[in-house]
């Protein structure tokens, strides 16, 4: 459901709707930095407002959209470093590689979770999803598997 408020956009207090939002695509960036590493990064929507009565030069609405940012590294081995169980790895190091350090999200960040996320992103793009118009019917699959 809409939710409207008051925000604070170039330097004027306007009205703002919060709109719901789904993920149309899902898509990751990649670069390949000079050293081998590939840094890999995807913007994730939070929030999405529609400023009420604020327009652009053609006309169309004008929407500010919250993200954050997911962020993943993969270097070569020669620039790895061997970790045990017992190694500390400061927060500053882990910044680097997240977009916070909210240690809730470190799931996140292993292997595991991220090979997970490249086999997922493999599928998306090979087109191997669905789509459920309703809960109902997404469960009814889930019974027929």
Excluded: C
């Excluded at 995807?42 to 327009?55: H, I, N, Q, S």
């Excluded at 992103?121 to 019917?137: M, T, W, Y």
Aim: aromatic content about 10%; proline content about 3%; hydrophobic content about 35%.
């Amino acid at each position: 459901m809409a939710e409207r408020r008051t925000i604070v956009w170039a330097n004027r207090e306007v009205q703002a709707t919060s709109l719901n939002f789904r993920a149309v695509e899902d898509r990751w960036y990649e670069y390949e930095v000079e050293d081998g590493t590939r840094l890999r990064i995807k913007p994730v929507a939070t929030e999405v407002l529609r400023l009420d009565g604020e327009y652009d030069a053609d006309g169309n609405p004008l929407y500010l959209l919250k993200t954050g940012n997911v962020m993943s590294v993969l270097s070569p081995e020669a620039l790895r470093r061997t970790l045990t169980l017992s190694a500390y790895v400061p927060r500053s190091t882990q910044a680097t590689t997240t977009s916070n350090s909210d240690s809730s999200q470190e799931w996140f960040w292993t292997e595991s979770w991220q090979r997970g996320e490249r086999a997922a992103d493999e599928d998306i793009a090979a087109g191997r999803v669905q789509h459920f118009d309703d809960l109902k019917s997404f469960l009814a699959e889930l019974e027929d598997n």
